[in-house]
Nanobody, 125 residues
Framework: QVQLVESGGGLVQAGGSLRLTCAAS????????MGWFRQVPGKERQFVGG????????YYVDSVKGRFTISKDNAENTVYLQMNSLNSEDTAVYYC??????????????????WGEGTQVTVSS
């Protein structure tokens, strides 16, 4: 099993920045790649971005390209989501997820085996 714990969420004004952290523990050697998703009440979980655990290649949904950056520290088993130029549409619960196997696109939640509990991000306008 892999355990994931997110932190860093909070309340920020529009135009501001936050950095989310996802700390992985347990059988981290199983991880092939990790993703960040977000969800608002009544809507499906939305892919935000992903990163290859070994190579470090990153992928983003169009709406966050140029504003969000995913990075990792393999030594610390930690993945970060740096969010800049936040707007009200970024308000959501943010989840990190890990998958054991490469399955092409990073954007399908069903491909991820492990999930964190989520951290709330609220952007005030």
């Amino acid at each position: 099993q892999v355990q994931l714990v997110e932190s860093g969420g909070g309340l920020v004004q529009a135009g501001g920045s936050l950095r989310l952290t996802c700390a992985a523990s347990g059988r981290t050697f199983e991880i092939n790649s990790m993703g960040w998703f977000r969800q608002v009440p009544g809507k499906e979980r939305q892919f935000v971005g992903g990163i290859s655990w070994r190579g470090g290649n990153t992928y983003y949904v169009d709406s966050v390209k140029g504003r969000f950056t995913i990075s990792k520290d393999n030594a610390e088993n930690t993945v970060y989501l740096q969010m800049n130029s936040l707007n009200s549409e970024d308000t959501a619960v943010y989840y990190c997820a890990a998958r054991k196997f490469y399955s092409g696109a990073y954007s399908y939640a069903r491909d991820y085996n492990y999930w964190g509990e989520g951290t709330q991000v609220t952007v005030s306008s």
